[in-house]
């Protein structure tokens, strides 16, 4: 369930004065650290006025002012950005081996450490991504998806419905009729787990339901009263098939 708690959303002033951004580093600013929980999830107003949403165990390091012909933040696990213009001062965000470049607008990145896939996707306006593991940088369009796959190093571009990935930040989650394909989707944000479902199964099934503090194990039991569906858990991963 999506809990935003003060306990949960936690801002430090890091006591160090050093911070690069590609290949400059300014020694002079002090950095802050915001932190989520597990369970927690947050908005927080940079000191520029970029709106930033933070997925649970996410990680953000951001300076306590944005000086010089940059504006430099740096994520480890998910967030939504909603990036103030500044036409003279480009955004950037470093995400592990990621780096994007935005003037102003809004998108998402998902770096976790412990996981094999980073996604960037653009919700509106424009952005360039780069970094260690592309050759080339590239502009991403409003509605696109870039996966990269750590492991396999496959880099996959698709057209999306950005809501699916942004849901998580409201106090609810309604589904009407929804494809199971698109349910996934915003069970994965939202609770933050990895799941893999059958493919018959997304095809067949739609589902109408809404979440706001009900637990995974919750949900699942009630999917699997109203469908046909079966689940289980094998090494942290959520596998949904069709009930036989």
């Known amino acids: 369930a999506l809990r935003i708690a003060v306990s949960l959303l936690l801002l430090f002033s890091v006591g160090y004065g050093g911070y690069q951004i590609g290949n400059k580093t300014n020694r002079s600013?002090?950095?802050?650290?915001?932190?989520?929980?597990?369970?927690?999830?947050?908005?927080?107003?940079?000191?520029?006025?970029?709106?930033?949403?933070?997925?649970?165990?996410s990680v953000l390091e951001y300076p306590e002012s944005f000086t010089g012909e940059k504006r430099w933040v740096r994520l480890e696990g998910e967030a939504l950005f909603e990036v103030t213009k500044d036409a003279g001062k480009p955004f950037f965000v470093?995400?592990?081996g990621l780096e994007t470049e935005v003037?102003?607008?809004?998108?998402?990145?998902?770096?976790?450490?412990?996981?094999?896939?980073?996604?960037?996707?653009?919700?509106?306006g424009s952005v360039e991504i780069s970094g260690d593991y592309f050759s080339a940088s590239r502009i991403l369009s409003p509605g696109q998806l870039l996966t990269y796959n750590?492991?396999?190093q496959q880099t996959d571009l698709s057209i999306v419905n950005t809501d699916d990935y942004t849901n998580w930040i409201h106090s609810k989650l309604v589904f009407d009729k929804t494809n199971l394909a698109n349910v996934i989707i915003n069970l994965k944000k939202w609770y933050g787990v990895d799941i893999v479902a059958s493919p018959e199964l997304i095809r067949n099934?739609?589902?109408?339901f809404t979440i706001r503090r009900e637990s995974l194990d919750e949900i699942l039991k009630y999917m699997s009263i109203t469908a046909p569906i079966s689940y289980e858990w094998k090494n942290d991963i959520l596998y949904l098939s069709l009930k036989k």
């Open 29 to 57: 600013i002090p950095v802050n650290r915001l932190l989520t929980g597990e369970d927690g999830k947050g908005k927080f107003v940079l000191p520029d006025g970029t709106t930033v949403w933070m997925n649970a165990n």
């Open 150 to 152: 750590k492991e396999t």
């Open 205 to 208: 099934v739609h589902m109408s």
């Open 94 to 96: 470093q995400a592990g």
């Open 103 to 124: 003037l102003g607008t809004r998108f998402l990145l998902n770096n976790y450490s412990c996981k094999s896939i980073i996604e960037a996707l653009l919700v509106n």
